[in-house]
């Protein structure tokens, strides 16, 4: 298997105007991009968008100016989601879209998300073509003068974007009186996820809207939902919303402030679908962070449950083999593949709102759905050497692993996108999680010390 340099689980990510997030390899990758799709005798454009990191304003302008040099036109649309990419890149019929993003990061982070012409995120074969260009003599690849790419501006991307998601709610609901609380965590989301809710009647507050390029994700947003449910009791809404960075993901919490994560969504949209007939294939995609209190809860409902591997491009994956229309992970990365090719953190919320609505509950019975097992997640830094690599650190996992079978669940992985290894223990008590993670724990960071 061939290794990928700049390409990670969820595209390029790194440290604003640090290797390898630079102008430069922002010039690369809209370079080498434009290239790989320029795949026919027509005007080939690309849709631009970004969250409201203060360095979107280095990479957007480098990733445009690629764009431009090898023949393609630029479509910029400023900060949307980025399911809105997805969504714009193919009614738009671009060959390409790209979203400027580091997610759930601080705001030091940025990142370059690509999607291709069907909105589906690019196949690890592509990224490695791709990579291979951007580590060629690129001289080549440059348009004569007159066949030079334009950029212009897409006014009502906005819009666009927000009529899309407002067609996923069924027509005949509404959301007069319901008092909700969201959270756009200074986000890319920020300016159409409230508009969104009110069109559709709900009586909206909204924390997390007054992005200063700084402060994205900082104490707002689905990572860190504090701020969310205290607003929620504060105001006795019905329930909170909270989005990430890029609105890809979305944590909710009930009217008592309760935090309702992935797991949860996914039974409640797996149940109510199946009861509609709208579930296909009889299961629903998830990834190896997922409860086992989740897969037991479905099994009791007649409904399979996929593993896949930690990643939404690996859930999506699952879906499509197995044709299946509801995914996602308990981070709040849902698809919903009748609406949308990645996940959308408004449109999962709207779904979970249906639900409530139609069955005239509070949000507290609609989101409880099952008894999580006991779970601890746990992160290891490292700085050069992966202590999974570690002899002690090897025969740890393997001792874990002997004394958890039959009675709960391991997993153990090396971050996609930073120098972490992730360690996930869930068992039938909390004492052998408590016990376990912090075993493992130890064994890494004394291996990570001496190293």
């Known amino acids: 298997m061939v290794t990928r340099q700049y390409f990670g689980t969820d595209g390029i990510r790194g440290e604003a105007n640090q290797p390898p997030m630079t102008a430069d390899l922002a010039l690369r990758v809209g370079m080498a991009a434009g290239k790989v799709f320029n795949r026919g005798d027509y005007r080939h454009k690309v849709v631009i968008a970004k969250d409201t990191r203060l360095s979107g304003y280095l990479l957007e302008p480098a990733l445009t100016a690629g764009f431009i040099s090898v023949g393609m036109d630029v479509l910029l649309v400023g900060p949307l989601p980025t399911p809105a990419v997805a969504m714009l890149t193919r009614s738009m019929r671009a060959d390409l879209g790209v979203m400027i993003s580091a997610s759930h990061n601080p705001f030091q982070d940025n990142g370059i998300k690509l999607f291709g012409p069907d909105g589906y995120k690019l196949s690890d074969e592509t990224e490695l073509e791709i990579e291979r260009l951007m580590d060629s003599d690129m001289t080549s690849l440059r348009a004569v003068p007159r066949k030079l790419g334009r950029a212009k501006r897409i006014e009502d991307a906005q819009g666009r974007y927000i009529e899309f998601v407002k067609q996923t709610f069924p027509r005949h609901l509404r959301l007069d009186g319901v008092k909700i609380v969201l959270d756009c965590a200074h986000g890319a989301a920020y300016q159409v996820g409230p508009v969104i809710l009110r069109e559709l009647g709900a009586d909206v507050t909204s924390i997390g809207v007054s992005p200063d390029g700084f402060n994205i994700n900082e104490g707002y947003g689905s990572t860190h939902p504090e701020a969310l449910c205290a607003k929620v009791r504060e105001l006795e809404a019905h329930l909170g919303i909270a989005l990430d960075g890029d609105a890809d993901r979305v944590v909710m919490c009930d009217e008592h402030g309760d935090v309702i994560d992935g797991d949860q969504i996914l039974a409640l949209i797996a149940e ?180």
């Open 272 to 451: 109510g679908w199946q009861t509609m007939g709208k579930l296909k294939g009889g299961r629903v995609a998830a990834t190896l962070m997922s409860n086992l209190g989740l897969e037991r809860f479905l099994d009791a409902k007649g409904i399979g449950l996929t593993r896949a591997a930690v990643g939404d491009r690996y859930v999506l994956e699952a879906m499509r083999a197995g044709g299946l229309n509801v995914g996602g992970e308990p981070s709040g990365h849902l698809i919903f593949s009748d609406y949308t090719t990645t996940g959308d953190g408004l449109i999962a919320a709207l779904q979970v709102l249906a639900v409530m609505v139609t069955e005239q509950r509070p949000m507290s019975q609609c989101a409880r759905r099952f008894t999580p097992y006991p779970q601890q997640l746990r992160n290891v830094r490292f700085d050069r050497i992966n202590p999974l690599d570690n002899r002690t650190v090897q025969e740890a996992i393997a001792e874990a692993q002997a004394a958890l079978s039959g009675k709960g669940r391991l997993v153990i992985r090396k971050s996609g996108t930073e120098p972490l290894v992730r360690i996930m223990v869930e068992a039938e008590t909390e004492d052998m999680v408590e016990q376990w993670s912090g075993a493992l724990t130890r064994h890494m960071e004394a291996a990570t010390k001496a190293a």
